[in-house]
Structure formats: C-alpha cells, structure tokens
Antibody
Framework: EVHLLESGGGLVQSGGSLRLSCVASGFTFSSYAMTWVRQAPGKGLEWVSIISGGGDKIYYADSVKGRFTTSRDNSKNTLSLQMNSLRAEDTAVYYC????????????WGQGTLVTVSS | EIVLTQSPGTLSLSPGERATLSCRASQSVSRNYLAWYQQKPGQAPRLLIYGASSRATDIPDRFSGSGSGTDFTLTISRLEPQDFAVYYCQQYGSSPRTFGQGTKVEIK
C-alpha cells in the first residue's frame, strides 16, 4: 500500500526558512516523479514543483522559483522541499504526491503539513 | 503556462441530479493529459479521472470525463450525498502542471 507522510511544517517569520520532508513507502520510490502541491487556507490547489525519479529534472511554479528547492534521497525514500525567503502568501497546507506515470496524474497524496508564515 | 478555467464556480444541485462541470484550457492540453480530483474539507484531493476520460481505481461509474484539446467536462450522472465536494481539473502534459480554480458542488 502506498503511503506518503509529510513533516516539517510549522510557524515561521516572514523571510525565514523551513524544510519539509515526505517519506514514501509501498512502491519503488526511485521509479516515480514526485510533486509538491499547496493549498492556502480556503483557497484552491496550487502546483508547486515536480522532480523526476532520478532527481535530474526539476520544475517549479513561477511563484516559488528561486526561493524553493526540491530534492530527493532515493536511498531513504524521502522527498524534500527547502523553502527560503518565506512570505505570508506561502502560508498553506503542503502536500506531497506521487506521479502515476511519465507523465501521470497524482494518484496518491500525503495528508499534508501546514506552513504558516507570520508577517 | 497553460491556464485552466473551471465553470461554474459553484453548482447547487439536489441528490439524484446530474452535475456537469467544465474545464477550459488556454491552449491545447498535450495528449489530453487532463485529470479531475475531488476534495472534501480537511482531506487531501482524490484522483477521479485521468487522461480526460479514464476512471481511476475504485471510482464509481457515475463519474465520467470527456473532452479533448482545450475543452473538458466532468459529469456526475446522479449525485450521491458523498459527492458534494470541490472538484479540480489539472493538466499534466506540460510543466507547470497547473490546476483549475475549482468548482464547488453544494446541496441545493
């Protein structure tokens, strides 16, 4: 059974940094691209970033480009999101999700971790 | 970047009625790589439809997807009480893999 567990969320001041992690199980982690999606309180879903299975291809939304860095450690089945220069508008629940193909939809999602940026 | 526009913003219907949700793309979606997700309050989204018209595992057949190119539709043939939720479309044919803004299906 596929399982994704995010951690690392919390309260941070504007301009600060935070690192999110997502530990995966139940599938061959290195074979699948992984995605970060966020959702501000009461708002819709916003795609943030995707990283290929090997970690060699990474794409970002314009809203986070240059501030966020996505990485993965396939030996530890772990996906990470390093968030720097945080802004109030980065306040959201952050989900990690597993791509189902190449490319594929997001078939499996974690439960999310809340990041709150105080101004 | 492909912009997805969903309509209507809110759909007020009664159980048993048919729901028709629209998702329009600003440019053609590569290979109709268009997915639909359902989200209930406090929960992560759930994949319903991928490839514009293929149902995901364990999704009831009252959910169907159609369309191609720039115009896509999610249809719920007969609304069940558990179907009242927010629905999002997403294109995954090119990065950034954008989402629509969502359609809320509420009980009338």
């Amino acid at each position: 059974e596929v399982h994704l567990l995010e951690s690392g969320g919390g309260l941070v001041q504007s301009g600060g940094s935070l690192r999110l992690s997502c530990v995966a199980s139940g599938f061959t982690f290195s074979s699948y691209a992984m995605t970060w999606v966020r959702q501000a309180p009461g708002k819709g879903l916003e795609w943030v970033s995707i990283i290929s299975g090997g970690g060699d291809k990474i794409y970002y939304a314009d809203s986070v480009k240059g501030r966020f860095t996505t990485s993965r450690d396939n030996s530890k089945n772990t996906l990470s999101l390093q968030m720097n220069s945080l802004r109030a508008e980065d306040t959201a629940v952050y989900y990690c999700a597993k791509d189902s193909g190449s490319p594929g939809p997001l078939h499996y999602w974690g439960q999310g971790t809340l990041v709150t940026v105080s101004s | 970047e492909i912009v997805l526009t969903q309509s209507p913003g809110t759909l007020s219907l009664s159980p048993g009625e048919r729901a028709t949700l629209s998702c329009r793309a600003s440019q053609s979606v590569s290979r109709n790589y268009l997915a639909w997700y359902q989200q209930k309050p406090g929960q992560a989204p759930r994949l319903l439809i991928y490839g514009a018209s293929s149902r995901a595992t364990d999704i009831p057949d009252r959910f169907s997807g159609s369309g191609s190119g720039t115009d896509f539709t999610l249809t719920i043939s007969r609304l069940e009480p558990q179907d009242f939720a927010v629905y999002y479309c997403q294109q995954y044919g090119s990065s950034p893999r954008t989402f629509g803004q969502g359609t809320k299906v509420e009980i009338k």
